[in-house]
């Protein structure tokens, strides 16, 4: 932290003792029971199971309105509420964001940081996070999904998004244009580390899912880069094109709503400098 701000860092340019503190605080939450709201299970189950309250692309309009889309909004507030919560484990710990489009994703897929089951000689918590029991779901067909540890079956490491599919959205001028654009980057990336084992038995891997994407840790390091991606366009094209009729909409469960999330600086954190940078 400097200046007041919290940094946010490449997963791949923590020192030890940031990425210690990181899985201390992980670790912590993932041993807490799930009806505790500092646990793991709690915050993941905002996204997908039980409570969905995650945006994904438009929905219909309100009123006479044209639809909108509050994916991006809602997903900073949740990840700042998440940052708060893990410091609260471990005052040294800060959200990392994980480059998928670097040389080394595109070489090795998942970074060491996230694929190596042990650190130090415990667990690594940034492997792996507890799912729960997920009943059968009748409005879908989805099956029972029983309790089990996070589950990945990563694609081919070249097959993720590039550094130029980046830098073509950095030049969209119109924030729904930009929006729309920037989540189908990432839905890109949510199949690709959930993957299908070909088994036997067939299994799918969590980040697959919105059911169950969160419980995933390396999910809050992928929606920070998305998060970052934001932030960049930002610091390129402003907020005049964001339309006036989104900037009042609460981005519910959290107590913020659109307008007051349009400035991470206000919010307390700010990108250290790595990857994909802007170019006038």
């Not at 490449?10 to 210690?20: G, P, V, Y």
Request: charged share 20%; net charge negative; aromatic share 12%.
């Amino acid at each position: 932290m400097a200046g007041g701000l919290t940094y946010r860092k490449e997963i791949t340019a923590l020192q030890d003792s940031e990425l210690a503190a990181l899985r201390d605080a992980y670790s912590q939450m993932m041993t807490m029971d799930a009806s505790d709201n500092r646990s793991w299970v709690y915050w993941a189950g905002y996204h997908g199971f039980p409570r969905y309250d995650c945006w994904h692309h438009g929905i219909p309009g309100f009123g006479d309105q044209q639809p909108y889309d509050l994916f991006l909004p809602w997903h900073r507030a949740y990840l700042l509420y998440f940052d708060h919560t893990i410091r609260d484990r471990n005052p040294d710990a800060v959200l990392p964001w994980w480059d998928w489009t670097s040389k080394l994703s595109h070489t090795h897929g998942i970074p060491s940081q996230f694929a190596d089951p042990s650190a130090n000689g415990a667990t690594n918590s940034l492997a792996s996070g507890p799912v729960p029991d997920i009943p059968a779901q009748a409005s879908t067909g989805d099956p029972e999904i029983p309790a089990h540890n996070t589950l990945r079956f990563p694609g081919k490491p070249s097959k993720l998004p590039s550094a130029a599919k980046v830098k073509a959205l950095l030049k969209l001028k119109d924030f729904v244009d930009f929006s729309k654009h920037v989540q189908d980057l990432h839905d890109q990336v949510h199949p690709w580390v959930g993957g299908i084992d070909p088994g036997p038995p067939k299994r799918f891997g969590d980040m697959g899912s919105i059911m169950t994407s969160a419980f995933d840790p390396i999910f809050w390091s992928h929606h920070c880069m998305i998060d970052r991606i934001w932030y960049l366009w930002q610091a390129q094209n402003g907020n005049d094109s964001i339309p006036q009729i989104y900037l009042d909409r609460p981005l519910a469960p959290w107590a913020l709503k659109v307008s007051d999330v349009l400035d991470i600086q206000q919010l307390g954190y700010e990108y250290a400098v790595s990857g994909i940078t802007v170019h006038a």
